[in-house]
């Protein structure tokens, strides 16, 4: 089976959850792209192109939504 290669975000401020998660997925070849925010606030900048990801076209996005 042939995976299209997507964004994975993760909406996470604990470092530790994070470093698991990346472990896991890393494990499981999923950790192709995959960006880390902070909070809900920056998760839904990044999906609509917002505050420090302006510049983004997030209609071109495939992202799967990690919570």
Same mark, same amino acid.
């Given at each position: 089976?042939?995976?299209?290669?997507?964004?994975?975000?993760?909406?996470?401020?604990? =470092?530790?959850?994070?470093?698991?998660?990346?472990?896991?997925?890393?494990?499981?070849? &999923?950790?192709?792209?995959?960006?880390?925010?902070?909070?809900?606030?920056?998760?839904?900048?990044?999906?609509?192109?917002?505050?420090?990801? =302006?510049? =983004?076209?997030?209609?071109?996005?495939?992202?799967? &939504?990690?919570?």
């Amino acid at each position: 089976m042939v995976y299209e290669e997507m964004n994975i975000l993760l909406p996470e401020d604990n =470092s530790a959850a994070v470093e698991l998660t990346l472990r896991a997925l890393r494990q499981h070849n &999923l950790a192709n792209n995959l960006p880390v925010v902070k909070d809900g606030v920056a998760a839904l900048d990044f999906l609509f192109g917002a505050g420090k990801f =302006s510049g =983004s076209n997030p209609k071109n996005l495939k992202v799967v &939504l990690l919570t």
